[in-house]
């Protein structure tokens, strides 16, 4: 469906520069290994799904890792929101009619979700799947919302809180999905994998 984009939020798994607060535990080598299997299982559950695919690297784009068949670009530069809000406006300049982000830090995510995702789109404005942290694993809109990105508390647990009142203060709908968790520390993943790490 190409009015429909996935958007994927990635790094390239460089020991020092990704996943820094697991890194405190367990080392920035093993931290680096934790990230490649969170990129390897957002491959997994993203590759044979219907829509246009795009991955947003954050620091260089990547042509001969794991993302092959599906289209490739840097992200803007700026904080989190920025880099996002600039993505949506890409896909929704060129004709996209319904627009999901995700990133590459869950275990818990399927293909389902991201279905039900797009299909939320339909009666809402806005969906969201928020995590256990207070932040959101994904978020969708079928036009772009700037006041959705704008001053809002990045990694910070009320982020989901501040973005769903400027929902309802711009007087939009939102559709929120099942409730997942995020790996950012050790026990994340630990508690991901079933201890079997």
């Not at 890409?90 to 399927?110: H, M, P």
Request: hydrophobic share 40%; proline share 5%; with cysteine.
């Amino acid at each position: 469906m190409p009015t429909h984009r996935l958007v994927i939020f990635v790094k390239n798994p460089i020991p020092g520069t990704v996943k820094t607060r697991i890194a405190k535990t367990v080392g920035a080598e093993k931290a680096a290994r934790v990230y490649r299997h969170l990129v390897q299982y957002t491959q997994q559950i993203t590759r044979y799904s219907p829509w246009e695919k795009i991955v947003y690297y954050a620091d260089f784009v990547n042509p001969n890792d794991g993302w092959s068949g599906y289209q490739k670009a840097q992200q803007a530069d700026g904080n989190l929101g920025q880099r996002m809000q600039q993505a949506f406006q890409d896909q929704f300049s060129t004709k996209a009619e319904r627009v999901v982000l995700i990133g590459s830090d869950c275990l818990a995510i399927t293909e389902t979700h991201l279905t039900q995702a797009f299909a939320a789109l339909d009666t809402a404005d806005v969906v969201i799947g928020p995590a256990t942290d207070g932040g959101y694993y994904l978020l969708g809109m079928k036009e772009l919302h700037n006041n959705l990105f704008a001053n809002m508390p990045w990694s910070q647990p009320d982020l989901l809180l501040e973005t769903t009142k400027a929902i309802t203060n711009s007087k939009l709908t939102v559709s929120l999905l099942e409730q997942l968790p995020d790996i950012d520390e050790w026990s994340d993943y630990v508690k991901a994998m079933g201890h079997t790490v």
